[in-house]
């Protein structure tokens, strides 16, 4: 890590007027939230042996054979995903960082990690979706319903027991199931159909009224402070969707000489050359360079 580009960030998170934070998958992998190795192994050791799968992401597509072995699989997958704290503080870190500042976020994670580190949920937009609510899987109206509720029976009902801290267990010398009962599968409470995740997977994605609510927060909020000292920090930030996050923090700081660019990124840390001398991009572990901002 260069500690001369991170003593940098640390001057212009200073002298910013307005953070704009970028997030994507990066950031909660170096919280410790990964998809595949030990982790995986852990909760899903049942579905490897029989399926195969390399990692979690890729068994959430397996078109399983019934309704109640996709949610086996599905309730296990939301609930270590979205209800389980993470391994390591990075969220909280980056909180205390912008904590009683001008700041608004927007990532296409869609694991809640913000919110429960502290972050104002007025200045969070999920664009992605959340990994806390279901929605009709047509979907024949545009609502989503919270899940927390049924996900615990679900995974309950496969033999996992949630303990105080509120992690996930299997009691020793107990079997778990790969399936659900009928009767808790998720289903429409209008027209009955199966309900699936609020994620943006194709273009049944239910952009609901919150939805609608923080998309219309972000673009006021960026709207009312276009000049000024901005930065834009971008963490954990793929290739994937860059037009979400990536390309617009580009533009908008290119288009502000005020403005300055951040990016944090292990293996993926880099600027175009137009907004080049506005720019900082480290190439390294997010939760270190936020321990050593801190």
């Not at 002298?15 to 998958?25: D, K, R, S, W």
């Not at 993926?268 to 321990?291: H, M, N, Q, T």
Request: overall charge negative.
């Amino acid at each position: 890590m260069d500690m001369h580009l991170t003593e940098e960030l640390r001057e212009q998170l200073q002298e910013a007027e307005t953070v704009v934070i970028g997030a994507g998958a990066g950031l909660s992998t170096s919280a410790g939230f990964s998809y595949a190795g030990e982790r995986f192994e852990k909760y899903f050791s049942d579905f490897i042996g029989k399926y195969r799968f390399r990692d979690m992401y890729s068994g959430g597509f397996y078109p399983f054979p019934t309704l109640e072995e996709h949610w086996a699989y599905w309730s296990r997958y939301i609930f270590i995903n979205r209800y389980m704290n993470p391994p390591k503080p990075v969220y909280e870190r980056l909180f205390e960082l912008v904590k009683g500042r001008d700041y608004f976020v927007l990532t296409t994670n869609v694991d809640h990690m913000f919110q429960k580190a502290g972050f104002d949920r007025e200045r969070l937009f999920y664009t992605q979706g959340d990994y806390g609510l279901f929605q009709c899987s047509k979907p024949c109206h545009p609502r989503t319903y919270d899940n927390e509720e049924s996900v615990r029976k679900m995974a309950e009902a496969q033999g996992f027991v949630i303990d105080s801290a509120g992690a996930l267990t299997l009691p020793e010398g107990a079997k778990v199931k790969m399936s659900v009962p009928s009767d808790l599968v998720p289903r429409c409470p209008v027209c009955g159909r199966p309900m699936s995740m609020n994620l943006r997977a194709d273009e049944t994605f239910v952009e609901d009224e919150g939805w609608h609510r923080a998309a219309a927060r972000y673009e006021d909020f960026l709207e009312r402070r276009r000049g000024g000292r901005i930065l834009f920090l971008e963490l954990g930030v793929g290739g994937n969707t860059p037009g979400i996050i990536k390309y617009p923090f580009w533009r908008m700081t290119y288009q502000n000489p005020e403005a300055f660019y951040a990016c944090v990124n292990l293996g993926e840390a880099w600027a175009p050359r137009e907004i080049a001398d506005r720019s900082i991009c480290i190439d390294g572990d997010i939760g270190e360079v936020l321990k050593k901002l801190k």
